[in-house]
C-alpha cells in the first residue's frame, strides 16, 4: 500500500501532556522500546462528546483517526533524565478519489 503524503505542519506531543485536535483530546501515555528495538507509544484518544476513550499502540510510519482526519507517526523518542518521552505527528493527505 502506497503510503499518502503529508500535509501541514508535524506537532511534537509530549508524555503526560493532553493536547486537542478539533474536539478530540489526545495523550500520550506511556512510550517503551520493545525487545526488537522498536519504539512504541500507547496513545489515549477521548471524544468528549460521546465519552469514548480509545487506546492504540503505535509505531514509526503507523497511520491513525483522530476524528476525521488521519496522522501519520512519524517520530518516538523515549524520555532521559528529567525529559519526558514524546512523539511526532503529521496530518496525511485526504486518498483522493479514483476514477471508475
Excluded: C, H
Excluded at 18 to 31: A, D
Excluded at 77 to 90: D, F, K, L, P, R
Amino acid at each position: 500500500m502506497t503510503k499518502q503524503a503529508t500535509t501541514g505542519e508535524a506537532k511534537r506531543l509530549k508524555q503526560t501532556g493532553n493536547y486537542r485536535f478539533g474536539s478530540q483530546q489526545v495523550g500520550v501515555m506511556n512510550v517503551w522500546r520493545e525487545e526488537a528495538g522498536t519504539m512504541i507509544a500507547q496513545l489515549s484518544i477521548f471524544d468528549p462528546a460521546t465519552k469514548k476513550d480509545d487506546e492504540l499502540r503505535v509505531r514509526v510510519d503507523d497511520e491513525i483517526a483522530i476524528g476525521s482526519d488521519r496522522y501519520r507517526i512519524l517520530q518516538i523518542v523515549g524520555g532521559q533524565g528529567n525529559e519526558y518521552a514524546w512523539i511526532e505527528i503529521a496530518p496525511i493527505a485526504a486518498p483522493s478519489a479514483q476514477p471508475n
